[in-house]
């Protein structure tokens, strides 16, 4: 599924650009762009404070191990 951005939701946070692997998201003072490297991994999703990104593979929950005493 490919990721797309809806410019009408976007608030150009750029949380996207931190967390995407190659570096596939262009931040513009005015857009949010998907570059053609963009592999649809899907880690911008969840990252997305304002649920305006959408698509890619579904990325798992990765839950911290506990430490200490249980």
Request: charged share 15%.
């Amino acid at each position: 599924m490919v990721v797309v951005v809806d410019p009408d939701v976007c608030v150009l946070c750029g949380l996207c650009t931190a967390v995407c692997p190659p570096n596939a998201m262009e931040l513009t003072p005015t857009q949010l762009r998907v570059l053609p490297n963009c592999t649809d991994c899907g880690w911008c999703v969840p990252y997305c404070p304002v649920g305006a990104i959408s698509g890619g593979r579904p990325v798992p929950l990765r839950v911290r191990p506990k430490t200490g005493p249980s």
